[in-house]
């Protein structure tokens, strides 16, 4: 079993540091009315003819909901398109785990959803920390999306009418989302999957497997290509384009344990980053409140049981501290249901970062359950009473046999136990009102981008912005682009391309000839922790000063004692392995400074010093409402701090009530 | 816990393999099946040794990226699992447990416990969809669907495309994958446009890929962690039958 060594610190704590760059005014957001944004904006955008589209070659990083649904539309569009992924199969993504379901404001309830209600709900969830333009056109092509998946044969819950069911989710009170059972974020993937085979088929699109992205090249500030590693054999390879997409998913395995899947990686947008592009809000980390709670140091990931359970669960601890009586025992006035307690009007659908810190509040007072007292009971009997096995089993079936599968008790019997996990990162590379980076050329989609979410995502919104990136923006916006491009010749035989490949080698031979003796696994670990203990729930100066200066050791031992077995030349996992371990080292340092030059708590970021007397997080409008994108100086340079100011002409931020 | 371990190894998909023994003790028994080989592979760097390579990567039984034939049994001892849903608690402390590849022409070893299953994605490429362009479609609810079709149709979409059912089969056939996506896109109004030529096509490449031929066994859904029924094949059988014996209303 490897052992957590702890950190120590050395005596004199550096602060984290970086330097005050140019305010970012330039962000290709429209003006004017809200509702008619995008559709203006579309008609303003540069058309390809199709006899052009032909010419020209795109590459998609990444299949899941947002890859495969841009690789897919582009190709229909007639674009040649690249796509890489380092799964056996584009089906793998992890988009394929999503569980609870879609927003969209169809308002098929006649309960008085509308477009601006989605917006509004989102932009307020982010607790104002996100674009007008751009939430505003997400909730606007959420309509689209279930239209067209609906078309592609996703059979969605339906009632017995045969029309489309809903149900609710965090931090709404419409029933908005739509869902096919617990397997929605898979019914999806597998429609953008189909649609990638079929233009595939149709020789529209070539999908590389077993291929990573360990470069992006660029060229006078324009994204010219991607260098890649075949990981079967191990055969390093340029390749150009006349843009390139990142749709590579989030970075919250930079924490170890978390509810992604375990190859998930931040190296290609790091790489990206490093090559030029701002990365936006790092250090924004959705941390989910229903998870399955650690067990021990051997496991390798945690995990999430849906959001749509607090449909129907109630979370509760016992009232008495230290009250180990089976809960069936415990009887319902010694209960303290303390979400519906504190917040009436939303109650167990509070949002995730509300429902987050709740939990960790009601566990830091003492009252959490389980064997490690860091858990709380997401308890069904009430429901199971009202409507019936039958109908619970419809709802959640599935994720009643995994709970009980990983933990060994049935959710039948006795309350779920639950407790926070990291999740998703609204936080990924900066991109303009077309998705395209600060680098011509470079796109960021879905989860990589830091996109549509401000600081705390609502639930069944990343599914909704994934497809919506993917189907209905990008292939509009990157047109635009890739009008000026048609006189461009595409060649691989550049300075650029030889210099980021013989670096990609340099680091590779690098790991391979570290002959330390400890496991990746181990320094990944190690890295976890100290973001988790302080850039996780809770953050404040003193110790993001301490993680600060740990990871930067943490960072240096890595390439001195870090023990990479085998060879480039092959399949060898542990070298994939390092090399993403090696970028999460590097991007851990910039999550930790963003949470420092924050001076205020907003959605998930809570800083300490900064909270009301109830606990709630405390914004400071005047001096943050702005987006922090961050430039790359080098390994031993601090940061440049870009800001792009949030205004807000239609919304007024408000202190977020859920109560 | 402690374990004897008889693990298949192979270089690659041109060397020969052989089964190599390793010991793993202090193994958590609430340790997943792919924790306990992480123990194995630490200990296996921390001696110097190439460490074990098998597929994995949501470890929560959706993916389908894992998949070891344990103990002569798909993803293990237990029915409609996959092997990153198995638990070391399942086992008994002491025991050997043999570890191999899914076994199957269409599937060429990798490395060691890796397999290449692209076949399966090459099945999908010749109709496993409904032909939509991004952007054509009617309003979802203008197409509505009885609630028992829908139903349906999402018991056979759950296919993980793990391959289980293929490394279970005697005859290696494929016949539960293919039959999933035929059945569930044969049930829903928007599936009937190309259902001819889908299970026409679908079934052609199946057998391309040197897939064997169904001998209704029911091997594949004892072991389908997607619990797809074997009622997909049949409906499969009806419709290749139909596709291939009754006269194309719209042939010239």
């Known amino acids: 079993m490897a052992e957590i060594a702890t950190p120590v610190a050395p005596s004199v704590v550096p602060a984290p540091s970086w330097r005050e760059g140019e305010l970012i005014l330039q962000n290709a957001c429209p003006t004017g009315d809200l509702e008619k944004r995008w559709t203006r904006h579309k008609d303003n955008l540069r058309l390809v003819a199709p006899h052009n589209k032909r010419k020209l070659e795109i590459i998609v990083v990444g299949a899941g909901l947002a890859g495969a649904s841009a690789a897919a539309t582009l190709g229909e569009l007639g674009y040649r398109v690249k796509v890489f992924v380092y799964h056996n199969s584009p089906r793998r993504a992890h988009s394929i785990a999503a569980q609870g379901g879609i927003n969209a404001a169809k308002n098929y309830r006649n309960d008085g959803d509308s477009i601006w209600r989605l917006f509004y709900d989102t932009i307020k969830g982010g607790d104002f920390r996100a674009r007008e333009s751009n939430v505003y056109r997400l909730a606007e092509v959420s309509v689209k999306i279930i239209d067209h998946c609906v078309a592609q044969g996703i059979p969605f819950a339906r009632e017995y009418g045969g029309y489309l069911d809903t149900r609710s989710f965090g931090g709404a009170q419409l029933m908005r989302t739509f869902y096919a059972r617990g397997q929605t974020g898979q019914q999806l993937l597998l429609g953008a999957y189909a649609a990638l085979q079929r233009q595939v088929e149709l020789g529209n699109v070539q999908v590389f497997y077993n291929h990573e992205l360990l470069d992006v090249v660029v060229e006078e500030g324009k994204a010219k290509g991607v260098i890649v590693r075949n990981l079967i054999t191990g055969q390093i390879s340029r390749v150009a384009a006349h843009a390139v997409v990142l749709a590579t998913g989030g970075y919250g395995n930079a924490y170890y344990l978390s509810t992604n899947a375990k190859m998930s990686n931040a190296t290609a947008i790091w790489r990206a980053h490093r090559r030029g592009a701002y990365f936006g809000n790092p250090s924004f980390v959705q941390i989910h409140p229903t998870c399955i709670p650690q067990s021990g140091d051997y496991q390798s990931k945690l995990t999430l049981m849906s959001e749509s359970l607090r449909n129907d669960g109630r979370v509760w601890v016992p009232r008495k501290k230290g009250d180990t009586r089976p809960p069936h025992e415990t009887p319902d006035s010694e209960r303290w249901y303390y979400l519906e307690e504190w917040y009436p009007a939303f109650g167990n659908l509070v949002p995730r970062d509300i429902a987050s810190r709740a939990a960790k509040r009601v566990c830091d007072m003492g009252y959490g359950v389980g064997p490690t007292g860091r858990a709380v009971y997401l308890d069904f009997s009430d429901a199971i009473r009202r409507f019936g096995r039958e109908v619970i089993y419809q709802r959640y079936g599935n994720l009643f046999e995994m709970y009980e599968e990983i933990t060994g008790e049935s959710p039948w019997e006795t309350p779920m136990r639950i407790y926070p996990a990291v999740h998703y990162t609204m936080g990924g590379l900066w991109v303009d009102y077309n998705l395209m980076t600060n680098i011509e050329g470079l796109y960021a989609i879905g989860e990589a981008n830091f996109s549509d979410h401000g600081a705390n995502r609502l639930g069944a919104s990343a599914l909704m912005q994934g497809l919506a990136d993917g189907y209905f923006i990008l292939p509009y916006t990157i047109g635009h682009y890739l009008a000026t491009q048609l006189t461009q010749k595409l060649s691989t035989d550049t300075a650029a391309f030889a210099d980021a490949e013989k670096e990609t080698r340099q680091r590779i031979g690098n790991l391979l000839n570290t002959k330390g003796t400890r496991t990746v696994d181990e320094f990944h670990r190690e890295l976890g922790k100290i973001l988790w203990d302080q850039c996780g729930l809770a953050r404040n100066a003193e110790g993001l000063r301490t993680a600060m200066s740990q990871i930067r050791e943490l960072r240096e031992r890595y390439w001195k004692e870090v023990k990479v077995v085998g060879t480039n030349e092959g399949f060898n996992q542990t070298l994939e392995k390092a090399l993403r371990v090696a970028d999460f080292l590097e991007l851990g340092e910039l999550m930790i400074i963003d949470a420092y030059h924050r001076e205020e708590s907003c959605g998930c970021h809570l800083r300490e010093e900064y909270q009301t007397e109830e606990g709630e997080a405390l914004r400071n409008d005047k001096d943050y409402a702005y987006v922090a994108a961050w430039q790359w100086q080098g390994e031993k340079e601090p940061p440049v701090l870009h800001k792009e100011p949030l205004t807000f002409e239609f919304v007024k931020p408000t202190v977020r009530s859920y109560k | ?252």
């Not at chain 2, 103990?71 to 570890?99: Q, S, V």
């Not at chain 2, 293929?166 to 049930?187: G, I, R, W």
Request: some cysteine.
């Open chain 2, 1 to 252: 816990m402690r374990f004897t371990l008889r693990v298949w190894r192979q270089k690659d998909a041109k060397s020969p393999g052989q089964f190599e023994t390793y010991e793993v003790d202090g193994v958590p028994a609430d340790a997943s099946f792919l924790e306990m080989l992480d123990i194995l592979n630490e200990k296996l760097i921390k001696e110097g040794k190439e460490p074990v390579a098998f597929d994995h990567d949501c470890r929560e039984g959706i993916c389908g990226s894992c998949g070891l034939f344990i103990n002569g049994r798909a993803h293990g001892p237990l029915p409609n699992i996959t092997t990153c849903r198995l638990y070391m608690r399942h086992f008994k402390d002491g025991d050997t447990i043999t570890i191999e590849p899914f076994r199957a022409r269409p599937f060429p070893v990798i490395k060691d416990l890796v397999v290449d299953r692209s076949a399966l994605d090459r099945i999908i490429q010749k109709g496993g969809y409904i032909s939509v362009n991004t952007g054509s479609a009617p309003d979802a609810n203008s197409i509505p669907i009885a609630k028992a079709a829908a139903d349906r149709a999402f018991d056979y979409a759950t296919c993980i495309g793990c391959g289980a059912c293929v490394a279970a089969c005697k005859n290696a056939s494929a016949m539960l994958f293919t039959s999933a996506k035929v059945a569930h896109l044969a049930l829903l109004p928007q599936g009937q446009p190309e259902r001819r030529e889908r299970v026409k096509r679908m079934v052609a490449q199946m057998d391309a890929e040197g897939f064997g031929h169904c001998s209704n066994t029911g091997a594949c859904a004892v072991e389908c962690p997607a619990k797809i029924p074997l009622s997909a094949i049949a409906r499969l059988q009806r419709d290749f039958i139909w596709a291939n014996l009754t006269p194309d209303p719209y042939a010239r």
